[in-house]
């Protein structure tokens, strides 16, 4: 079965800076990944997602995410935040072939300082 | 178009009683998912559903019984109210399954005393 962790439960940056935040995946196969987000009182929103091919990947926002086969990594990045990205973010994980479910993570909290 | 709603935004009920929320989207999308969000433990799905009449579990199903009699409607009950199942319930939709783009109600936050 897969499974997918997010190890920083919050990350704290300063507006302009740059961003990456971290997604590690379990999976037998290649799997589908995703980002989402979700803003306070909201519900979650795609920002981009990896089915095959290209291992960086252009989402909404001005984010991207490069899948990292030898690490099992997906790791979420923006080269300049705003403070409008202060929100939780979702990683997760699907299986190519089934279409039952996917796995999120526990999430990620942005703060953004000014 | 409203896309995907859900109600009641706000519920509180009290340990031992049914409670139906309702989900309800207008792109007539195949599949339709139900999680709950808490503290520590992100986002867990419930039940989903490929189709009307087609429901199958997720990950914390117990407790709570789905129905889908119609494309655009997928109510969530429970059927006897436990504390634990104080949450942040959301509802979402996809075109043809989990692996494409799943479009998220504003969630149902329910308190159960």
């Known amino acids: 079965a897969q499974s997918v962790t997010q190890p920083d439960i919050h990350i704290t940056v300063s507006e302009g800076a740059s961003l990456e935040l971290r997604c590690n995946y379990s999976y037998g196969a290649t799997p589908y990944l995703f980002w989402y987000v979700q803003s306070p009182g909201q519900g979650l929103q795609l920002l981009l997602k990896?089915?095959?091919?290209?291992?960086l990947v252009q989402g909404i926002k001005g984010f991207e995410a490069e899948f990292k086969r030898s690490q099992s990594s997906f790791n979420l990045r923006k080269p300049s935040v705003h403070w409008s990205d202060a929100a939780e973010y979702f990683c997760?994980?699907?299986?190519?072939?089934?279409?039952?479910?996917?796995?999120f993570g526990k999430g990620t909290r942005l703060h953004i300082l000014p | 178009d409203a896309g995907i709603t859900q109600s009641p935004r706000y519920k509180i009920t009290e340990t031992g009683r049914q409670v139906t929320l309702m989900c309800h989207q207008t792109?007539?999308?195949?599949?339709m998912f139900w999680y709950r969000q808490d503290l520590g433990h992100g986002l867990r799905l419930i039940y989903y559903s490929a189709a009307a009449d087609i429901t199958d579990k997720g990950e914390v199903p117990d407790g709570y019984v789905v129905s889908r009699s119609k494309t655009e409607n997928f109510p969530l009950t429970l059927e006897s109210a436990t504390r634990s199942q104080t949450s942040v319930y959301f509802c979402?939709?996809?075109?043809?399954?989990?692996?494409?783009?799943?479009?998220f109600g504003p969630g149902t936050r329910l308190l159960v005393l």
């Open positions: 792109w007539s999308h195949s599949y």
């Open positions: 979402a939709s996809s075109i043809a399954g989990p692996q494409e783009t799943q479009y």
């Open positions: 997760a994980v699907g299986a190519q072939g089934r279409d039952d479910k996917i796995i």
């Open positions: 990896y089915f095959s091919g290209d291992t």
